[in-house]
């Protein structure tokens, strides 16, 4: 059936698979909901935006997406909160980052309100993939990519921006063993780093592999130039607890704004620590570890909200933090941020932010 309000075509699926899934199961990333929000740019414009059955996409070979990669993307969370009503959290933050990213990838921006009206309509119609457990969420993956079938390189002249959503549980389980990245660079200074750009994500997969193979699930990344600064953890934000003081790289032009990361420093500040954004050095982190004085180092991020680490490897030796049962911090920020989320503490700030 397709219906039209004044601002999108809808047209639901005759089937959902909604009954198929095993909520008690869910691989991150790999279950998809049964509609998905679909507007493309041309002429100059954003077209009338639909949400269609989520369905696989058909495209012309010479596709620009395809051969140089514009494509940027966002992750957020919805959440089953009070009452059943479905919020998602601090979404006009991952909007807005969303334009960030769209300017510096040459493509154009998208209306924040048509953004929010197209997921408010996207969760209303799925709302029922929202899961109940206390652990799992609704994974919303807004995209944007180029379209132009022309294999000459310039910007794109026509784009489709999409978003489908995922009811996920757990992105990791378990402590992380990360390695500190020496040689290769995930982001340069006049790059792309702070943008969530698909292919920030491509060029850092090999210099991970390689850390995998030597038993590493991450890595810890340093600055391009000399390796001497710590930047970021894998696909996340990276925090450090040494006593009182929280302690985290600024965010700048090659370190991703993260939303996680802003609201566990928030958290922070809210129960007295003592939180510096400012140049992490490889060199303080291992003195620390070797005078046992890092007493918790996480990666923070929408997929894992927050992933301890428990051993940094660099050059060869292992450091390893104390087990994250007795981190004082981290628990506290995972549990506090999964309250708000799931609306069982109190939203001081105003993060959550209701769709349904
Ligand atoms: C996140 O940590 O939220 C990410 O960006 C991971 C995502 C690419 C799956």
New binding site residues.
Partial sequence: MIASDTMFDIERTGSSRLTEVDFENLP??RVFSDHMFVMDFKDGEWQKGKIVPFQNLSLNPATSVIHYGQSI?E?MKAFRGKDQHIFVFRPDRNIKRFNLSAERMCMPKVDPDVFREALSQLLNLDKDWVPPQNDASL?IRPFMFATDEYIGVKPSETYRFMIFTCPVRR?YTGDVKVRVETRYARSVKGGTGFA?AAGN?AGALYPAKLAQEDGYQQLIWTDAVEHKYIEES???NIVFRSGNTIFTPPTSETI?N?V?RDSVLQLARDWGYNVEERRVEVEEVLHLLKEEKLHEAF??????TI?PISTIGFEGSDYELPPFDGWEFAQKAAAALDGIKKGMVEDTHGWNVRFV
């Fill in positions: 991150f990333g993307f992750g994974y992105y969530k994500y894998g696909t996340m991703l993260g996680t990666g923070a991020g929408t997929a894992a992933a």
